[in-house]
């Protein structure tokens, strides 16, 4: 095993470049929006915005910030690799994040995907209704050819950054550091809660039970790729069907 101070750092450094950092940024916005006038319904969270007036540019800009985001979790790879002398480290297989069992990863990730996304949506709308949530705003991209690949590559890319990190990698380090499994779960799912506040009280609290349930399922079947899966169907729902019904059902919030 490295050197337990060694690992605290290594810890730091890749939260730091990734979940770690997107947790500040949401209290900050979170606390900017809660010292407003009006409720938290009154104001929006944009997910997949818009970010240049001209289209070429504007996919440029999509693909940059759906690529960036994923470093750290090829570092995350490299590190796994790294525990052993040599490089013979166990990788992304230590756990479970590889194409070993795509039956077993695509059925659990459904059943779990269908479960906590239909709850997740009755959540969000009754919070929404009472104030305690942002609107949230899935998508507003031009209406482009690449607006829907954009959106599930978008939603792709955040399932695979926050389960190999926030579930997969931050697990296995807090146990090599001796951290208990209680302890462990609830930093976890504190963590998935915090970088969600920008959401509001409500994407807090919602987030907070869906990161319990990962963990639990994780230690589980000890894979990761079965929430990867999970969290990118109710990503490429949500992305796709605020695109296609905004505006013309009257039960989902628009700003």
Known sequence: MPDPRLLRRELVIVLALSLGAAAVRAVINFTDVVTRPGGLNDYAANLNSSRADRPWFDLAWQLVSIAVPLVPVLLVGYLLLRELPGGRGP??????????????????????????????????????????????????????????????????????????????????????????????????????????????????????????VFVLLYRRWGRVMPLVVAHALIDIVAFVGYAVLAGRVDWLPTP
């Open 91 to 212: 990788g992304m297989s230590a756990i479970g994040f590889d194409l070993r069992r795509p039956g077993f990863d695509l059925g659990r990730g459904a059943l779990v995907a269908a479960a906590i996304g239909g709850s997740g949506l009755l959540f969000y709308l009754a919070a929404q209704a009472a104030g305690f949530n942002l609107t949230v705003v899935p998508e507003s991209l031009p209406g482009e050819w690449w607006k829907f690949p954009v959106l599930i590559a978008s939603a792709i890319q955040n399932s695979v950054v926050e389960e190999v990190i926030v579930v997969g990698y931050l697990l296995r380090r807090l146990s090599q550091l001796g951290w208990t499994p209680m302890a462990a779960l609830l930093l976890s799912s504190l963590l998935r809660a915090t970088y969600h506040l920008y959401q509001g009280i409500g994407g807090f609290i919602g987030n907070f039970v869906m990161g319990v």
